[in-house]
């Protein structure tokens, strides 16, 4: 893919029409059953093949192979997925009955952190990668229900998360969203695209929850978080959310979930172990209480443990 290539002019206020990379919101205006890769339960055999953006532009939309925002969408009690989604979701969840728990408490970390780090931190800038399809809280929301003038760019690849993209620019008067139709392998075309509405002289909160294990080889997404790092001040944050097959936290079964959606389901995922996550971490510093299941990350009571690991860290 080129960069250059990537990079279409802003357009503000109304939806875009689809060949449109970057849209903003200021002022509120607003078994058998696809594809046949095959893949280890861990996702890294050599015939899955890591998930791009096509070179030409942004896949189209497939509703014969079920996509993981649409699936997500499903888990969490969305209506926006298709039918070949709710099939591959209840197929997944019948293997590993955790994953709806996972993905709804995944959806509450990321409000907790939000309001965290908003209320908390003063936090005023958002990059939330991997953004999904929008849902009742989105970013923006939470935060700019603390901080009007709070201002967030959401990044995703997938053509249905574009296509919805208009309810993720509600923004307040006084802040701002933007969309950017772009792919997490490329930080810098994220980073130069998102310096159109963030000030990256400012603490930023890189949000990258459940998309780093679409990155299927573990030095490639350590490059890519410390790439979206660099490119950010110090005190800014990375909020990150993860699968992992550890035992402890409950995650064997995720092995062969992983490998069925693998071989019937896309983008290709991997689970990774709690040290192989601490590693995105690395030189950062961890906000308390660290690397947890995302579902106890300051949480009030405690409650139950999902395989799915959260963290905050701030850059010193
Ligand atoms: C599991 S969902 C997580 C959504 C949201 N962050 C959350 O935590 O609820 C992962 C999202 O990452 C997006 N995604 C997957 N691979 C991507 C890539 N290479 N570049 C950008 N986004 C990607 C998917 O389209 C999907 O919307």
Redesign the pocket.
């Known amino acids: 893919m080129t960069p250059a290539g990537r990079s279409r002019p802003l357009r503000t206020g109304r939806f875009p029409v689809s060949r449109d990379r970057v849209i903003t919101g200021r002022h509120n205006d607003g078994g058998g059953l696809g594809a046949a890769a095959r893949a280890s339960p861990q996702g890294r055999s050599a015939d899955v093949s890591e998930?791009?953006?096509p070179s030409n532009g942004s896949p189209a939309l497939d509703t014969t192979v079920a996509?993981?925002?649409r699936v997500?969408n499903y888990w969490i009690g969305g209506k926006d997925n298709y039918e070949v989604d709710q099939r591959v979701g209840e197929h997944v969840a019948g293997m590993f009955p955790v994953i709806r728990d996972v993905?709804r408490a995944?959806?509450a970390f990321?409000g907790r952190a939000v309001r965290w780090l908003t209320a908390g931190r003063g936090v005023r800038q958002f990059l939330?990668?991997?953004?999904?399809?929008p849902t009742v809280d989105n970013t923006h929301e939470i935060a700019q229900r603390i901080a009007p003038d709070a201002r967030v760019v959401y990044?995703?690849?997938?053509p249905i998360?574009l296509a919805h993209a208009r309810t993720l620019l509600t923004s307040t008067p006084e802040g701002a969203t933007a969309y950017l139709d772009?792919?997490?392998?490329d930080p810098e075309v994220i980073v130069e695209r998102a310096a159109e509405t963030l000030d990256l002289g400012r603490p930023v909160a890189v949000?990258m929850?459940?998309?780093l294990n679409?990155?299927l080889d573990t030095d490639k997404a350590r490059d890519i978080v410390r790439r979206l790092m660099a490119a950010v001040p110090s005190g800014s944050f990375l909020v990150l959310?993860h699968p992992t097959a550890d035992a402890d936290l409950g995650g064997e079964g995720n092995a062969a979930a992983m490998e069925f959606w693998n071989r019937n389901a896309t983008?290709p995922i991997t689970a990774r172990s709690r040290a192989e996550i601490a590693a995105f971490l690395e030189g950062l510093d961890l906000v308390e209480p660290g690397l947890v299941p995302c579902s106890q990350w300051r949480a009030d009571g405690s409650p139950a443990v999902v395989p799915q690991f959260g963290a905050v860290a701030v850059k010193p």
Do not use: E, K, Q, S
């Open positions: 998930n791009r953006t996509h993981n925002a997500w993905a995944d959806r990321l939330d990668i991997g953004t999904g399809l990044v995703d690849n997938d998360v772009a792919d997490v392998h949000m929850l459940g998309i679409f990155v959310t983008p």
